[in-house]
Structure formats: C-alpha cells, structure tokens
C-alpha cells in the first residue's frame, strides 16, 4: 500500500485509527441524532406553552447570543431559505421578541435583536438547556469536553464556521463602538 494520502481523505489525530469502522460511525450517528432530540426535548413545554416551536428557538437563540446579527448571516447559520426564516421571524416580531433595525453603515442590512421580553424567554430555554449540559460536562471532565467541541466544530462546514466567525468579528467591532 502507497504512503500516499488519499484524496478527500482527513489526516489528522485520529487518522488510521482501527476503531473508526462503520459500526462505530453508525453508532456515533444515532447517538447524535438521539441526543440532539432529548436536548431540543428539554425545552419543548416551554416551547409549547408560548405557543412556539424549535424553529423559533433556534432564532431567539443565535439573535440572543449574537445581538444585531444580519438576517442574511442568520439565514445562512440556519441553513433554510428566506421565507421559512419569514414565518417564524415574522411570528416573533408580531410577539413583541424580536426587533429588526437598519444597519447604520449599510442601510440594505437588516440588523436583528432581542426584546427585553424576547431575551426573558430566550434566557427562560437557554437556562434549561444549560443545566442539562452542565450536568454532562461535570461527569465527563475537560478533555472530553474540549474532545466534544473539536468534533461538533469539525463536523461544520467550511462555509458556516466562516459565517460564524464573520457574526462575532462584528458584535466584538459593534461591542467596542466601530460599527
């Protein structure tokens, strides 16, 4: 066999690893299938009793975490098209969770925050998701946890870690006033 690496093939700290079969890797599938349907789980009668559903947390999420993010960037971080945005963005607005501004130095962008209200629920699910996850970090330790995060980030694409990065460069410019 050649030493050659084969193209589109990883090379890096698990490279030739045996344990890597495809049990394994159905394995780590469906536990992340199962697991990211029991975490969306935990604030599900939250979600219900508001009358909202996960497509409208995910938005309170990353308009939470990322205030004044563009609506072009949230598109592409959800991955769904303008119009499926529209529905639940347009039911949060309505709400009174979510306002849209006109960005200062570009008037095209159309720059997405919490309400006081908005962040009150977006706290209420985040502070349930959180409690889950602390759990798990506790029992796991930190080299589990920084392993976690290497795989989930390395399970993004080029494209939306490129996205994301791009959303936090400009919170940190608008956090020190250069927006």
């Known amino acids: 066999m050649s030493d050659q690496k084969a193209p589109g093939r990883r090379h890096g700290a698990g490279a030739g690893l045996l344990f890597l079969r495809e049990e394994e890797m159905r394995q780590a599938q469906e536990l992340m299938m199962l697991a990211w349907r029991d975490f969306g789980g935990v604030v599900d009668p939250v979600l219900e009793a508001l009358g909202l559903g996960r497509a409208h947390h ?15 960037a949230l598109i592409e971080l959800l991955g769904i098209t303008k119009q499926s945005l529209g529905r639940a963005l347009t039911d949060l607005q309505d ?9 200062r130095r570009d008037r ?9 209200s908005g962040a009150a629920v977006e706290r209420q699910l985040f502070d349930l998701q959180r409690e889950k996850l602390m759990g798990v970090y506790r029992d796991v330790g930190a080299a589990a946890i920084d392993g976690f995060r290497r795989v989930v980030q390395g399970l993004m694409d080029d494209r939306t870690r490129r996205v994301l990065d791009d ?4 919170a940190e410019r608008a956090h020190r006033g250069c927006a």
């Open 58 to 72: 995910r938005i309170l999420q990353l308009v939470g975490h990322h205030p004044g993010i563009a609506v072009g």
């Open 95 to 103: 709400r009174g969770y979510v306002v849209q501004e006109v960005g």
């Open 108 to 116: 095209r962008l159309r720059l997405l925050s919490l309400t006081e």
């Open 167 to 170: 959303v936090a460069t400009a």
